[in-house]
């Protein structure tokens, strides 16, 4: 995999080592008279803390008959993490991508959120947030976005990573499951409050967050009540470089031919070919985004034992999240707009290294300065109802019901440009990782910008989407014998995924704005480009549309006229408008047992699980031209079953030593959006696509092989090998294809309100089954007390993980059918991932530092404009936290995240073009916790 070729994460890597190594070290022997007392003091230790959410997960683990980690909170809301996908990566196997500076999704072995269930409670759920375009965008996918949720909320984690009858199939990685805490998890009454205030060092300011957890048991312990409250308000600034991927010379009508690069004809220059072709930056651009969010978190746990046979339990969870997202950008968008574009862009020189233009001085460049502003919500609710009741000494049963919904709204979402034609002197240089860029004009002056209608744009996008999930299981679990239990149950989801959006007929239907006119409506942004590391000469102000001012002077909002907005009869909102309904109703038979063999006890499960599952989606689709053109609501429905075998076996090599073998068949469904039957054209700028669904994807099945080898030395230790293997039968690739709009077969009467010319080229984009192949991998887990050092050195602990992955995957080219393929790794995959944690802790103080390393991975194979891959480069991510206990109940912590300010560096192409290099800066927290 390509590496980011710059030093930032390495010299970091150095820093952050000495700084978690000097801090440890000059604080460990000042806290050390605070260090348990000696074994012969007490009759009793009870290990709390970061140790003993160790110990409590190496306990859960080493009794489990699969392969299954986990993480645990010892102390009521006293989650080990502030962001629930930061705690999951400390598990082997487990990496996940960030978004606005906390981490949003998880891959488990490479396999990407898709390839993941969530269970919240026990029962399956989605939940849906948004952002940027280059961290996602809304999630309409089966991913789960972990940023919904303030960790304080759960009391433990658990990473499936293989699979039992028993649990719903719908995973090839993991099924994580997230647990809120309930009344009975704990013997006495508990009261807690917590009180953080948050830093970012890029953003400037603080922010608060607040947490309170109560848990209450009468009548003799057998009526229990429980509820947690979090609320935290999050202000992080991400700014960089975003190049909207690289093209060839010639696409967009090619450059001027005029344009003159040394060693280059102009027939070389304007060559097409995406493999012998020159490539250049498509829009070279700074961006900056302001972003706020405030998170509202609510839980509720009643649990009630009406006699010693039975448990009821109701769960309830709410969480709000909303965002304002603020963004400027300024850009050369005239190097990706054909007509009056790039064929009036004359090169006066440049730079080719390889085949990229990576420098270049350029004459009538047009230029745009754009603001955006979204205003987005989610609210995830949760009701879940769980019953168990143990009918006799040998038989016992359960029920659980639910329903969970998801509902993201981006009711404002608008963009609004300015432009430059013909901007003489302009400069780009991609010879560093953060490029210079010379614009050659005062570009903070509203003299040298203009609105123009036809050219100009006022992009009004609100959008929907809405999961939903029912879910009811029954089972029965009957002991034949002390080493014989069988169980079986049926169980039923109903999924529901409906999404919306509108725009307006004509996002380039603008008034023409005098000079004064836009200076009345504009704002000069600055102070751009804070430990950006920017060349000299860069620009860190501009001229910028005022959203609020423009709103008010030109009514936008007012859904009428120019403004006005359509959605089905829209050719660019049509493919939001996605409605989905699926059902899985399963049934499954599994036996635990129990039994000696070779001088060795076993133990394991062993089952079939069989599953049905309903699909029926809609989308909209337009026929005909002219006065003939129709917009029609098509629909597709289809059936499939699946019989789906697993088991798990372990034995008890020695008193301390297990060995593991897993076997099983798994399914993963397709993504939601990519089933609908309609399709899209969207026109963004310069950016020309046609995306369809494909209602008839397959499913992805796996078989799956899993060995695993661990020791436990002490009750706080372990150390763990596995082997992983999966074969796939197939995957689901989005297939671009560049294709002029007058062949799609499309009406060209949709381009009308575009003023875009039929035979432009169109990226055309639709799902696919593409051939499977197999994926590989093996994990290395240890974790170690240090507690056979002498003095204040058996307080330190260890943590490190290691996991390797690769895959052989072929990709289609195109939808023809003899296209070629290209073999490469999975897309999301990073074949090597590691994870580090050093901590020192004692009775009343504990810090720990910890490393997360993410080697760069793919995204898109192949990718747009010619492109061969697109992807993500490598990650060196430090944290740390430090606590001290005050009294028993009084607890004070300071922790820091993202301590280097590590860079998101994405790419294009095997030669490693940048794309995206964006920064969040450092978040660091100080928190009182205090327990009634």
Known sequence: MLKSGNGVARHGLL?????????????????????????????????????????????????????????????IADFPDLNLAESLQRIPGVAITRANGEGRQISVRGLGSEYTRVRVNGMEAIATTGGTVNSGGTNRTRGFDFNMFASELFNSLTVRKTASADVEEGSLGATVDLQTARPFDYKDDQFVVSAQASYNDLARDVQPRVTMMGSRRWADGRLGALFSVAYEKRHILEEGANITRWSAGGANGGFNTQSTVAGYTIAEINNTSATTGIFHPRLPSYVSYDINTERLGLTGSFQMRPSDDTLVTFDVLYSDVKTTRGEHQLQAIGLSRSGVGKPQTIIRSGTVEGRNLVQATMDNVDLRTQTAWDEMETEFTQYTLTLTHTFSDRLRGGFIAGHSQSEFSNPISTIITFDRANTQGYSYDFRSRMPAINLNFDATDPANWAMTNGTSEVRIRPNFVTNAFANAKAYLEYDFSDNLTLKGGLDYRKFTFDSRGYYRTSETRTDTLSAPDLAAVSEVFSGFGRNLDQPSGNATAWLAPDLNKFADTYDIYCNCGIYALTGTANSSARGQWINVRETNSGAYLQADFKFEALGLPWRGDAGVRHVKTDQWSSGFASTGSGANLKIERVEAERS?????????????????????????????????????????????????????????????????????????????????????????????????????????????????????????????????????????????????????????????????????????????????????????????????????????????????????????????????????????????????????????KLKLSLEGINLTDEFNDQYVDASNRLNVRSHTGRQVFLSARYSF
């Open 15 to 75: 820093r952050s080592v000495s700084l978690i190594g000097l801090l440890l070290a000059s604080a460990a022997p000042v806290m050390a008279q605070d260090a348990a007392p000696a074994a012969d003091d007490v009759t009793e230790v009870v290990v709390t803390g970061f140790r003993g959410s160790l110990q409590s997960a190496i306990r859960a683990k080493r009794f489990e008959s699969g392969v299954v980690d986990s993480i645990k909170a010892e102390d």
């Open 640 to 888: 499939y079953d699946m019989t789906l075998p697993s088991g798990n076996l372990a034995t008890d090599l020695t008193d301390d030593v297990v060995f593991r073998v897993s076997a099983a068949e798994t399914i993963a469904r397709p993504s939601i959006a990519g089933l609908t039957p309609g399709g899209d054209v969207s026109i963004q700028g310069s950016n020309f696509s046609y995306s369809r669904g494909n209602p008839e994807i397959k499913p992805t099945k796996s078989k799956n092989l899993d060995l695993s080898l661990e020791w436990y030395p002490a009750p706080n230790s372990l150390y763990a090998a596995g082997l992983f293997y999966k074969k796939i039968d197939t995957f689901v690739q989005t297939v671009v294809e560049r294709i002029p709009f007058d062949q799609l077969g499309l009406p060209l009467s949709l381009l009308t309100p575009t003023n875009t010319s039929p035979t432009e080229i169109f990226n055309v984009s639709q799902p696919f089954n593409s051939p499977g192949g197999e994926l590989k991998g093996f994990e290395i887990n240890a974790q170690q007390q240090l507690d056979f050092l002498p003095g204040f050195w058996a307080n330190f602990g260890v943590l490190a993980n290691y996991t390797y992955v690769d895959s052989s995957i072929d990709y289609l080219t195109s939808t023809s059918a003899n296209a070629a393929v290209v073999n490469q790794t999975l897309i999301g995959l990073s074949k090597n991932a590691a994870n580090f944690t050093l901590y020192y802790e004692t009775e009343k103080f504990s810090v720990r530092g910890s490393a997360a390393y993410r080697e760069g991975y793919l995204t898109a194979v192949p990718a747009p404009d010619g492109n061969s891959v697109a992807g993500t480069n490598e990650t060196l991510n430090f944290d740390m936290q430090a606590s001290y206990s005050v009294t028993p």
